[in-house]
């Protein structure tokens, strides 16, 4: 008897002591965001291999070693997951912006814009059935003024989308800014833990974690390191390189049509961003111009096609060459001031000296292009809407089956804690009951040969 075995059962105590510390970390972080899950690696002590003159060893080892804590995590899976949450993050964006401008448009509904341009073109068909009723007439103006208004106020909210996603976009660079700060400074204190043998994992968590929101916010990629760091990339360009990152800056172009991009600070190229920053790119750059330009269309055929006709028509006062519309020196769609001021300036007749002649009213309400380019308009913007809202729910479910895997790689099953700190215990009170059967069998010894 020997007393390698008190150092046999000493290490394992010490061994199962240190797993039921990490199975404990487990437990209490199971709530935790972008907490890996823990595990002690152990491997036997070996007896020795190299025999000696006089002496050898028995083989049967000396004990067992706790070499290092490690984190449950999957490369793979954790760079898909980056892929997903910015693919996902890039379309909730764009649907957002979809539902706010149909919103905007109220349509279909009784008070929207095609419920107004067919209110108007009405009035019209009032005035041609009474050309020389002053109420008819003042109703039309009415609703013009009304259409109009409506008009100006759609455009002003598309504008206000558009400043908002500027707004937001800027916002969330200044916040990519001091996350990329952040995992650099994490960077450098995890290099100096495992330059000195420590397992920060814990570390290693809460900059995984800052980096994967920078993966749904601009796209990020993450490339790892040796020493435990890590490199971030955007558009292929190193936003964080160990210890030292690099900024952003969000560039609004003077000179319309004021393009809005996202540039590296320290030479203004391009950074190629994606993730939600690219989606409310997509909204100034595309969504938002592309409406207000289609919006801006039907306005336009209004006008031409209204004063085309009306031109060639003759008010009360016997005066022809009038435009009904105009337009305001900011360019949005008007009545005319004459008109607006004074309705029996409407030309309604197509004779100077015919006061009850309602023809050309008649000819102007029997309109139907704007009506038409209106209706195509709405029934392609409801088709964008619902593709996006579409794309995001499949996207969504793959992001959810890559959280799933994940989870299961990386995350902290109770059941699976509980189970372990038993086998802990179990075999930490084995480890003590061999200390003491040892100690037993010692003393028996020491007794017999003393007496």
Do not use: C
């Not at 006089?54 to 490690?70: A, E, N, T």
């Not at 490339?223 to 936003?239: E, K, Q, R, S």
């Not at 995001?392 to 959810?400: A, F, K, L, N, S």
């Not at 003590?432 to 010894?445: E, K, P, V």
């Amino acid at each position: 008897m020997s007393f390698d075995g008190l150092r046999i059962a000493l290490s394992s105590l010490q061994a199962q002591r240190r797993a039921l510390e990490v199975t404990g970390q487990n437990v209490a972080n199971v709530a935790t965001q972008g907490y890996s899950r823990q595990s002690v690696t152990q491997s036997a002590n070996a007896g020795s291999v190299v025999p000696a003159i006089f002496s050898r060893s028995s083989g049967v080892g000396g004990g067992v070693l706790s070499s290092s804590v490690g984190r449950a995590r999957d490369q793979f899976i954790e760079a898909r997951a980056n892929q997903e949450h910015a693919v996902e993050s890039n379309l909730t964006e764009v649907q957002g912006t979809l539902d706010r401008i149909e919103l905007s448009f109220g349509e279909p509904g009784d008070n929207g814009l095609g419920a107004q341009i067919s209110d108007f073109l009405a009035g019209w068909d009032d005035v041609a059935n009474t050309p020389n009723d002053n109420a008819a007439r003042s109703q039309l103006v009415e609703r013009a003024q009304t259409l109009v208004t409506s008009f100006g106020q759609i455009d002003t909210t598309l504008q206000a989308v558009r400043a908002n996603s500027i707004e937001e976009l800027q916002s969330s660079i200044v916040d990519v800014n001091a996350t990329a700060s952040r995992i650099a400074e994490l960077n450098q204190q995890i290099q100096v833990a495992v330059n000195s043998g420590l397992s920060p994992n814990d570390l290693m968590d809460q900059r995984d974690l800052a980096a994967s929101q920078l993966a749904s916010s601009v796209g990020a990629t993450i490339h790892p390191m040796g020493n435990g760091i890590v490199d971030v990339y955007v558009g292929g360009t190193a936003l964080v390189r160990g210890s030292s990152y690099n900024q952003l800056q969000v560039d609004v172009a003077s000179a319309p049509p004021q393009t809005v991009s996202v540039v590296w600070s320290k030479d203004s190229q391009p950074a190629g961003v994606t993730g939600q920053a690219g989606g409310r790119l997509t909204t100034a750059n595309d969504i938002v111009p592309r409406y207000r330009a289609d919006l801006a269309s039907v306005a336009t055929q209004l006008h031409d096609e209204v004063n085309t006709i009306h031109t060639s028509g003759f008010g009360l006062d016997g005066v022809t060459g009038r435009d009904f519309f105009a337009y305001s020196s900011t360019g949005a769609l008007v009545v005319d001031p004459a008109i607006a001021a004074n309705p029996s300036k409407v030309a309604a007749s197509s004779s100077a000296t015919a006061t009850k002649d309602g023809s050309i009213a008649g000819r102007i309400a029997a309109l139907t292009g704007t009506e038409s380019s209106y209706r195509d308009f709405v029934v392609r913007m409801g088709v964008e809407s619902q593709t996006a809202t579409r794309r995001v729910e499949i996207q969504t479910g793959i992001t959810d089956q890559v959280d799933t895997a994940r989870e299961s790689s990386s995350g902290v099953d109770v059941d699976e804690e509980m189970t372990n700190m038993l086998m802990y215990q179990h075999a930490y009170d084995a480890a003590a009951r061999l200390m003491t059967t040892i100690n037993d069998s010692l003393d028996t010894l020491i007794n017999l040969v003393g007496r």
